[in-house]
């Protein structure tokens, strides 16, 4: 039974088979058709009356609408012009005030333009994105103090892991540099359709200050990405070409208070933080 207010299954494929719209793996397309999921995840997200909520991907408008009901106004960014048209018109059938929707007819990995600062994201993220797409808006939107979106599991363990573990790799270290990461679930592959071949969970953030400035972000971003390329390689021989050689490397990483041959998945973001401040003090020196 579809909760009043908001889409079922039933009403999802109806307006989907309207306007023309087959799920494509392509965009990552797969729609939440269960209500109770969509309150659960704003619920998790602790939206506000006050947020001006965040959407990515909205689609058939499941999310957007449970984010109507909670937030002071939603901007939702969508890459398929036939969903971006369906949206307000799907919003007002349901009796939401449209004036507090915003939709941009975009795609996510480009630099978009914001009417108004958002300041939580809630979104049900496209598999084949959604790591450079809530890195991006990390960076990029300084206002969003909070979120919760919905990944491909494995995604998400990658996301919050810690040094140590298995999962534990770039996007990791990177989420941490603006943001507490942390699990908040996991949601049955039933309540999507077409139901996905993958499971997939919700990741919360918590927005904390960055460490230093950008220029110092991109140098330790970079030895992020040579310290996970080759996995099994020690810090000496994976920051070799970066540093100008494995003595060179040695000598910038053992400055900054770590052992040179251990490997890039047993540091803290502030390990890599401390080689950044190393290797710029070695090539300034």
Partial sequence: MTTPGLLGAVEIREIAARIGVNPTKKLGQNFVVDANTCRRIVKSADVQPTDIALEIGPGLGSLTLALLESA????????DTRLAEE?????????????????????AMHEIELPQPPTVLVANLPYNVSVPVLLGLLEKVPSLRSGVV????????????????????????????????????????????????????????????PPADEATRQLTFSIIDASFAQRRKMLRGALSEICGGN?????????????????????????????AHALRNRLTA
Avoid: C
Wanted: a negative charge; zero cysteines; aromatic letters at 6%.
């Fill in 87 to 107: 949206l307000p018109i799907t919003a007002a059938n349901h009796g939401f005030d449209i004036s507090k929707l915003t939709i941009i007819n975009q795609d």
């Fill in 72 to 79: 002071r106004e939603v901007i939702a960014i969508e890459i």
């Fill in 247 to 275: 003595s060179e490397a040695s000598d910038v990483v053992t400055s900054a208070g770590i052992d040179p041959t251990a490997r890039g998945e047993e540091l803290l973001l502030s390990d890599f933080l401390a080689i």
């Fill in 150 to 209: 919905m990944v491909q599991s494995e995604v998400a363990e990658r996301l919050a892991a810690k040094p140590g573990t298995k999962n534990y790799g770039s996007p990791s270290a990177k989420a941490a540099w603006w943001a507490d990461v942390e699990l908040a679930g996991s949601v049955a592959r039933s309540i999507f359709w077409p139901i996905p071949n993958v499971d997939s969970s919700l990741v919360r953030f918590t927005r904390h200050q």
